[in-house]
């Protein structure tokens, strides 16, 4: 499974760490951005994606950051804590 993980918070940090633990492919990150973000330097850290495939969640609805997400050919977006609504934008 190709997974977009969204997320905020401890508890989304954890859920990520978990999913690496147990090798799942993670191929894109988005966090909100530092303003509001909580663990956003863990996420990224857990994460061990590089800069590019790290998005600012502010950022959801752009049609550049649309056309980053699905050139990613995620099979599942995952969302914890994620404090913007995904709405149809995302899919493919």
Known sequence: MRILFMANNWVGWQVLRW???ID???VGL???PT???KFRDDL???SGLPKSRVFDGSE???RAMRA???DLN???GLSIFFPYIIGSELRT
């Open 24 to 26: 799942e492919d993670i």
């Open 60 to 62: 959801i609805k752009t």
């Open 74 to 76: 995620a099979t599942l």
């Open 44 to 46: 990224v850290e857990v």
């Open 30 to 32: 988005v966090v909100p």
């Open 68 to 70: 980053m997400v699905k």
């Open 35 to 37: 303003g509001i973000a």
């Open 19 to 21: 999913l690496r633990e």
